[in-house]
């Protein structure tokens, strides 16, 4: 699926589709002994689920970070959160390393 080949094309992440006869799910490897797992739902605009993500926070291992850094950059998807200014920025690779 679609959230497998984010993860494999920006970070070189090991991930895989499974389905059973109800649920259709990505596991995505993001460091050791860690992983995501993503579950397609209908309920995905459920008023529960997005109250249980506010203030979530992950953190992944990525193994060639100047590559991921550069492919992430070339595609327009690197920000730094406007809150967190004042601690640290990632606009540049110089910035993020």
Do not use: M
Request: glycine share 6%; proline share 2%.
């Amino acid at each position: 699926g679609a959230v497998c080949e984010f993860y494999r094309h920006y970070f070189g992440a090991w991930c895989k589709v499974v389905q059973d006869e109800e649920t259709k799910r990505a596991l995505i490897c993001v460091g050791p002994s860690t992983h995501f797992i993503f579950s397609e739902t209908d309920d995905a605009k459920n008023d529960d689920i997005v109250r249980a993500q506010v203030g979530v926070h992950v953190c992944i291992y990525i193994a060639h970070f100047k590559d991921s850094y550069k492919r992430l950059e070339k595609d327009g998807l690197i920000w730094t959160n406007p809150r967190f200014t004042y601690l640290d920025t990632c606009n540049t690779y110089e910035q993020a390393k």
